[in-house]
């Protein structure tokens, strides 16, 4: 498997997709499974394995020790009367699937799949009564001095966003997944863009005294919420690296895995209000979200439902 360097970064990369946990010692690299009690220590020189045996986890049941070269007979024996199992170069691509693949003992769940096992229900997302709209940051003056171009009209539009709260769950590369976190997505019911909201970051009132132009949804609820799971999905996919054995060959497959089903609790959608600045000039014309100041696209037809 070429030089030495080479065959650590590739057993690396191949034993922590297979879900090791690594650590680095200072002359080896140690990986251990806990699904299925395996551990490998990788050496970076000789050493007896009667020294080795002591950095092994006391739970390990099938223990491997990957030399740089092939280790000797003395070793190979002290080896077989510890249980150890001893590769080398030679040997060691054809023990690879072995110590990739899922053993049949490694059914039992590992900490914290029980938990992923149960149904996801979608977190609370508490929004006060009457009007939903978020209080802009920026006045007329911040949105002249940041948008940089000769206005000749200031508009302050409020863009209708149907948010919904959603708990999701992440696989892990090992199979299991990661603790269910919250999060926010806001899909804009003029355009269909969805955009993932921090918790907190918005202010909400009931009223604006700025002037300003109040638009209505052009979306359902159904087309937006079909947006908001499939922006939720692709957001939160991974990318695992999938290991199988073809007769001789080791075939690693990267796959992109998104939540499944039972792994994404969407709450219902809220509509809201989002204050945007338009600024007309000579040449043309300039949004700026009125919280953040970022800039953004006209996403409205100048629809009839301006009220």
Request: hydrophobic share 40%; aromatic share 4%.
């Amino acid at each position: 498997m070429g030089n030495a360097a080479a065959t650590v970064s590739v057993l690396r990369r191949l034993l922590e997709a297979a879900g090791y946990r690594l650590e680095d010692g200072p002359a080896h690299l140690s990986a251990v499974r806990s699904r299925d009690h395996r551990a490998v220590l990788i050496v970076n020189a000789p050493r007896s394995p009667v020294e080795l045996d002591a950095l092994f986890p006391s739970d390990a049941a099938h223990r491997t020790i990957v030399y740089p070269e092939e280790p000797g007979s003395v070793a190979r024996a002290l080896a077989s009367e510890r249980g150890i199992e001893l590769l080398e170069p030679s040997t060691l691509g054809s023990a690879l699937g072995e110590l990739l693949l899922p053993g049949p003992d490694s059914a039992a769940p590992e900490e914290g799949e029980a938990a992923s096992a149960l149904p996801l229900v979608p977190p609370p997302l508490l929004f006060p009564e009457g009007e939903r709209t978020v209080r802009p940051r920026l006045g007329r003056v911040d949105a002249e001095a940041l948008a940089g171009v000769e206005g000749f009209r200031y508009t302050l539009r409020l863009i209708p966003f149907y948010v919904s709260a959603y708990r999701v769950r992440v696989p892990t590369p090992h199979g299991g997944h990661r603790p269910a976190t919250d999060h926010l997505v806001a899909v804009n019911a003029l355009s269909g863009r969805a955009e993932f909201w921090e918790p907190g970051e918005r202010e909400l009132t009931s009223d604006l005294e700025e002037p300003h132009q109040r638009l209505e949804p052009q979306l359902t609820e159904e087309h937006i919420r079909a947006v908001a799971v499939d922006s939720v999905r692709r957001r939160h996919v991974v990318s695992i690296d999938h290991t199988e054995q073809h007769g001789g060959a080791l075939v690693i497959e990267r796959r992109r895995v998104p939540p499944g089903a039972d792994d994404l609790a969407l709450a219902p959608a809220v509509l809201v209000h989002v204050p945007y600045w338009y600024i007309e000039g000579a040449d043309g014309r300039v949004v700026l979200d009125a919280v953040t100041g970022a800039r953004t696209v006209p996403s409205d037809p100048e629809p009839e439902t301006v009220r």
